[in-house]
């Protein structure tokens, strides 16, 4: 065996053209994938054959069972008996979240929702709304001379113009990000540990910036809140953009480095031997490994790291970063127009709910709290519907279709849930997928926590954040909310009960029950002091 000639060439082949093979198989595969999932078809339906679903549930198996990730240095270390670089450098495989074109449950160019057997429900409901509509209308007629009143329209449009320069200026700023990933690139700025605490920190900063300028502007709740939640969202595609990016940033770099120092290694270990052999291959396996890495679909860090390639991130409905997602070939202009109209209707049956059956029942203080709960039940569930509705089916499929994002997963069958878990992981897709692999996964990977304590400091956050919300729309900290959330926790272990399991309609009534009596109790906790006092609600312009 001839040492150098033969491992100098094996060397540069690997790192340059081997690993670049290697790259395109990923490739291929991953276009085979997006090819069989109708990831590039003009209408994002999927295609559901049996070899695809095992192909899928195949490639989930996978990476679930992929090794963490360890946390690794920005730079190579220095090993303690030499002043030089060490060329060995453990790595492991970033878990990638998979997207796939699907479409939502609800929508009604589903081919496999349009021909469902409940479907006729689905039509009658809607065909009940607008009676409903029609009543409410004319009993505002005849008791207030108008079809619809405006109090709450006037509470919810005050400072409309500076809300929405504000919001323009609060999603602009998230553009640093940008300028952030290029520093780390560059090197000018480690990752570990100096630019994920400062990535840490400027999150914040923007966090606590907006929450006071909430307070500064004392705008209303619906303001508050809308302004609130936009903020969060934002935060945390940031989040998630600057976190990948730094993590590919540390691979990039050595990957740069094992392609400048490898040749210099060889070429100072000509005598071949068992032991340089071995450590050539593991320094090629190293350099193929990276080169996977870095490599997304058809996207290879750092290309994707560009002022275009965020404005796109900003646009497409998912809070998780990737460098590349599944596309439809173009939008339909026709299917923009009919999320448009539903998001409209969907907000008129929202706002007659709110302002003839709501809003008046938490204004009259003659009414015990348990008539209240009572009397809403039914117009909060409703309202849950539809804010639920304009959200996941309307507002997100109009963004996805202006970026032909193929993902439409915004939601699962959460109507069916039997335990507060199963809740947790159908309704809010989006959110999901950001707390599992921001906070659930990570803080299991970096701070070594068991599942069932990442499950708890999950909870945590997420309590945290939703109580943040209401403390801002109603100017007061009473944490009902997050001690609702927390008692979640138990529920959970209960909803795992063989019983529960077994007798899973029970499970869906108990869950229901809840739903039902929780949304109102929290509207009595919050709202009905704040009401009374407060004109961030608007109590004077309620006529």
């Not at 500076?162 to 323009?168: A, H, K, P, Q, V």
């Not at 926790?489 to 929780?518: D, R």
Request: hydrophobic content about 40%.
């Amino acid at each position: 065996m001839s040492h150098s000639p033969t491992l100098f060439k094996s060397a540069l082949l690997k790192s340059a053209t081997g690993a670049q093979q290697e790259t395109i198989k990923v490739t291929e595969e991953s276009s085979g994938e997006s090819s069989s999932l109708s990831s590039y078809t003009s209408e994002p339906s999927p295609h559901n054959n049996k070899e695809n679903d095992s192909k899928c549930i195949t490639e989930v198996t996978l990476l679930a069972s992929r090794p963490a990730i360890t946390k690794t240095q920005s730079t190579p270390p220095l090993p303690a008996s030499s002043g030089k670089q060490s060329l060995t450098h453990q790595f492991h495989k970033h878990r990638k979240l998979l997207f796939k074109a699907r479409m939502t449950k609800f929508d009604i160019s589903n081919p496999e929702t349009s021909s469902d057997t409940f479907r006729g429900f689905y039509t009658l409901f809607w065909i009940v709304m607008a009676i409903y509509i029609i009543q409410s209308a004319i009993r505002c007629y005849e008791q207030e001379g108008v079809i619809l009143s405006l109090g709450f329209f006037r509470l919810f449009s005050k400072d409309g113009l500076t809300l929405l320069i504000s919001d323009i200026i609060m999603v602009t700023t998230t553009i640093t990000s940008v300028l952030f990933s290029k520093l780390l690139i560059r090197g000018v700025i480690p990752y570990e540990p100096v630019g994920a605490l400062l990535q840490h920190v400027c999150q914040t900063v923007f966090l606590f910036l907006n929450i006071y300028w909430i307070f500064r502007r004392d705008w209303p709740w619906v303001q508050s809140g809308f302004f609130t939640l936009h903020t969060i969202v934002m935060m945390m595609k940031m989040h998630s953009y600057t976190s990948l990016n730094g993590e590919l940033s540390i691979k990039y770099r050595r990957l740069k480095y094992l392609k400048e120092h490898v040749p210099k290694w060889i070429a100072e270990h000509k005598e071949e031997n068992e032991k340089t052999s071995q450590k050539l291959e593991e320094l090629e396996h190293e350099m193929s490994f990276l080169e996977d890495e870095l490599v997304h679909g058809n996207t290879r860090f750092p290309d994707n790291v560009t002022l275009w390639n965020y404005l796109d991130y900003l646009l497409v409905p998912t809070l998780v970063y990737s460098l590349e997602y599944p596309r439809t070939e173009r939008i339909r202009p026709w299917y923009v127009l009919e999320k448009s109209l539903a998001t409209l209707g969907s907000f008129l049956l929202l706002y007659v709910t709110t302002e003839r059956y709501i809003l008046p029942k938490l204004y009259d203080s003659d009414m015990s709290d348990l008539r209240v709960i009572v009397e809403l039940l039914f117009p909060f569930m409703i309202n849950y519907l539809f804010i639920f509705y304009i959200i996941f089916e309307c507002i997100l499929n109009a963004f996805a279709e202006l970026s032909r994002f193929a993902d439409r997963n915004f939601y699962d069958d959460w109507w069916n849930s039997i335990s507060y878990d199963e809740f947790a992981r159908k309704w809010n897709k989006p959110v999901h997928q950001w707390l599992l692999r921001h906070v659930y996964a990570q803080s299991m990977e970096q701070y070594k926590l068991s599942k069932f304590n990442a499950t708890f400091v999950t909870f945590l956050f997420s309590s945290c954040l939703h109580e943040l919300v209401l403390v801002i729309c109603t100017r007061r900290i009473r944490m009902y909310l997050f001690v609702m959330q927390m008692l979640q926790l138990p529920l959970i272990v209960l909803g795992q009960q063989a019983f529960i399991k077994k007798h899973s309609t029970t499970g869906n009534i108990l869950w229901w029950l809840g739903m039902f009596i929780g949304l109102p109790l929290l509207a009595i906790l919050y709202c009905r002091e704040a009401f009374w006092s407060d004109a961030i609600f608007g109590v004077g312009d309620q006529t």
